[in-house]
């Protein structure tokens, strides 16, 4: 388990992604950090057109 994120995209073949302890997403670095069910666990989605 990592949480520097560069560091992980920059030296990992694959990527799991964990939410609440289950696996959400599983791929390239680039394939788990465009899923969008990756970015609304960790990053949040707008909702009803709020900024």
Do not use: C, W
Not at 14 to 26: E, K, S, W, Y
Not at 33 to 46: D, F, K, S, W
């Amino acid at each position: 388990v990592e949480h520097h994120m560069n560091l992980v995209m920059k030296v990992s073949d694959q990527v799991v992604v964990l939410d609440f302890g289950r696996v959400i997403a599983a791929g390239t670095p680039r394939e788990v950090q465009t899923n969008p069910r990756v970015i609304e666990a960790y990053l949040g989605t707008q909702q009803n057109g709020a900024a």
